[in-house]
C-alpha cells in the first residue's frame, strides 16, 4: 500500500482545445487518481510547459517549499515543464526540500545522483526540443495555409469544405431560417443597437439559451467576448485572417469564398467596436474610457458617478487603490480625480497640438489605384481575351475579388476624408469643442490621444495627454 499522506499530482495540457475535447486532461487526472491521488491532491493547468506563470505548477512549488510535499507524481517529464531553464530552477527546488519526481509508469528521478541529475537534464532538453520543433512546424503551417489562402475552420454561418468554407444554407434549428439568415440577423441586430450584450440577449429571448451542435460554428456564440469575436472575424465579409492575436503579424486577405455580408456592414462593425470598446454607441459616459491611466502604478482608472442634490458627480479612481475584495492594495492613489478635468485638459492638449496635427496628416491621394486592383483588372481581360468557355467560372470569382477590393479602396478613402475632415476642425472651426457630443468626442478622443496620466500632489490633481500624432 502506497503512502500518499504526503504526495501531490501534477498534469496539463497546452490549449483549451485540448482540455474541452478530452484529449488530455481529463485522462491524466483519471489516472492519477487511480494511482491514488485524491481530487484535492491533484493540481493541473491549460497553458505551455514552457510557462512559468502556470497557477497549478506555482502552487505545487509553493507546497514544496512549504516542506508539506515529499513526492510529485506527474504523467511523464513534458507534463511537468518543457522548458529546460524552468526545470533547473524547479530543480534546485525539489532537490533543496528532497522532493522525488514520480512518473506514472514507474520510473522516478534520484535528484541526489550524478546519474538522476544528467538524465533529468536530457528530458528537460528533449521536452523543449519537441517544443521548438512544434513551434517552428506551427509557423511553417501558418505559412503554408497563408500562401494558399487556406481556411482552418468555419465559423458560425459557414460550414467547412476542403480547404475553404461556404455559407451554411441548411435550416437552422426547426426555424423556417437557414444558417445564412440567422447570421445576418446576429449581424444587423448589434449594427442597429451597437450592444454586445442587448443583442445576445435579444438573440436568446427568440433562438434559446442553449446552443446546437458540439462545434462552435454550428450556433451562434452566447458569451460577449465570443460574439465580439465571431463579429470582427473578415470570414464574414469573404475575407480570411492569419495570426489574429497577434496584432503585429497579423494578416487579412481576400478569400476565394463568398461571404454572408458586405465589406460595408463589417467596416460598420469594427467601426463601433472601435469607438466604443464595450459595444455600446448609447449612453457613453467616459468618453476616455480605456485611456487613462494611474501614474503610480499604471492601472487603467476605472469611472465612479455620485449623485448629489439632484447632480451627478463624476470622477476616475485606481482599481489598484480601491481592490475588490480579498485582492491586495497594489497602490497608494486613493484620490478621486474629476473626469471633467481630465476631458479639459485633454482638449486642451489636442488645441495646443492642433496645427502639428494638420501638418502630420497623410497626404491625400484619391487618384491612386492600388496595385492589386490593377494585376486583377489586367488578369481578367487576359482571361477573356481567350475566350475560353473553361474559364466562365475563374473570370467570376476574380470579378468578385475586384469589385470587393473596390469597395475597400472607397471605404478606405471615406474614412480617410472623415478622418481628416475632423482633424481640420479642430484647428479651424469655431466652438468645435463646445458643440460636440460625448459620442464624438469619444471616437476623436480613441482616434488621436495615446493615453492619458492622472497624477496628485497635495491637493492638486494634474492630467497629462500623450497624443498619437
Not at 1 to 15: E, I, K, N, P
Not at 439 to 451: M, Q, R, S, Y
Request: a positive charge.
Amino acid at each position: 500500500m502506497r503512502d500518499l499522506s504526503r504526495a501531490l499530482g501534477y498534469c496539463r495540457v497546452s490549449t483549451q482545445r485540448q482540455h474541452s475535447e478530452g484529449h488530455g486532461l481529463e485522462r491524466y487526472i483519471e489516472k492519477l487518481k487511480e494511482y491514488g491521488l485524491t481530487e484535492e491532491q491533484i493540481h493541473w493547468d491549460i497553458e505551455s510547459g514552457a510557462s512559468d506563470k502556470r497557477k497549478g505548477y506555482n502552487r505545487v512549488l509553493e507546497l514544496v517549499r512549504s516542506r508539506k510535499v515529499d513526492k510529485i507524481i506527474v504523467p511523464c517529464f513534458d507534463r511537468f515543464t518543457r522548458s529546460a531553464l524552468g526545470w533547473e530552477v524547479a530543480r534546485e527546488e525539489l532537490q533543496k526540500f528532497g522532493v522525488e519526481l514520480i512518473f506514472l509508469d514507474g520510473g522516478s528521478l534520484d535528484l541526489e545522483t550524478p546519474e538522476g541529475l544528467f538524465t533529468s537534464r536530457i528530458l528537460a532538453a528533449m521536452s523543449a526540443q519537441v517544443r521548438d520543433k512544434n513551434r517552428y512546424n506551427a509557423i511553417q503551417g501558418h505559412r503554408y495555409f497563408q500562401e494558399k489562402r487556406k481556411i482552418y475552420q468555419a465559423i458560425f454561418g459557414f460550414i467547412k469544405n476542403g480547404d475553404t468554407v461556404t455559407p451554411n444554407i441548411k435550416q437552422y434549428r426547426s426555424t423556417n431560417k437557414t444558417y445564412i439568415e440567422v447570421a445576418r440577423e446576429c449581424v444587423e441586430l448589434f449594427i442597429e443597437s451597437g450592444e454586445l450584450s442587448g443583442t445576445i440577449r435579444k438573440l436568446v429571448d427568440k433562438y434559446g439559451l442553449e446552443r446546437v451542435g458540439k462545434y462552435k460554428y454550428e450556433d451562434f456564440p452566447r458569451d460577449v467576448s465570443a460574439f465580439r469575436r465571431w463579429l470582427v472575424n473578415p470570414q464574414l465579409c469573404g475575407m480570411v485572417r492569419y495570426y489574429p492575436d497577434d496584432s503585429e503579424k497579423q494578416v487579412i486577405l481576400q478569400s476565394q469564398h463568398e461571404g454572408i455580408i458586405s465589406i460595408e456592414q463589417h467596416q460598420q462593425i469594427n467601426k463601433i467596436l472601435a469607438t466604443h470598446p464595450c459595444g455600446r454607441r448609447r449612453n457613453v459616459t467616459n468618453p476616455l474610457v480605456g485611456l487613462c491611466k494611474c501614474a503610480k502604478c499604471g492601472s487603467t482608472m476605472e469611472k465612479r458617478s455620485n449623485k448629489y442634490n439632484g447632480k451627478v458627480y463624476e470622477h476616475l479612481k485606481c482599481p489598484g487603490a480601491y481592490p475588490k475584495p480579498r485582492q491586495p492594495r497594489k497602490c497608494d492613489v486613493r484620490t478621486y480625480f474629476r473626469l471633467g478635468d481630465a476631458v479639459d485638459a485633454t482638449i486642451q492638449a489636442l488645441k495646443n497640438r492642433s496645427e502639428k496635427i494638420v501638418e502630420n496628416m497623410p497626404i491625400e491621394n484619391t487618384e491612386e489605384v492600388p496595385p492589386e486592383i490593377l494585376e486583377l483588372q489586367q488578369q481578367i481581360l487576359k482571361l477573356k481575351q481567350l475566350n475560353d468557355p473553361d474559364f466562365d467560372s475563374t473570370i467570376r470569382i476574380k470579378e468578385q475579388k475586384l469589385e470587393s477590393l473596390i469597395k475597400t479602396s472607397e471605404l478606405n478613402l471615406v474614412a480617410d476624408a472623415s478622418r481628416t475632415q475632423i482633424l481640420r476642425s479642430i484647428t479651424k472651426t469655431e466652438g468645435f469643442w463646445e458643440s460636440i457630443t460625448r459620442e464624438e468626442l469619444t471616437a476623436i478622443f480613441h482616434e488621436l490621444v495615446e493615453e492619458v496620466t492622472c497624477s496628485v500632489s497635495g491637493r492638486s490633481q494634474s492630467f497629462v495627454a500623450v497624443l498619437k500624432i
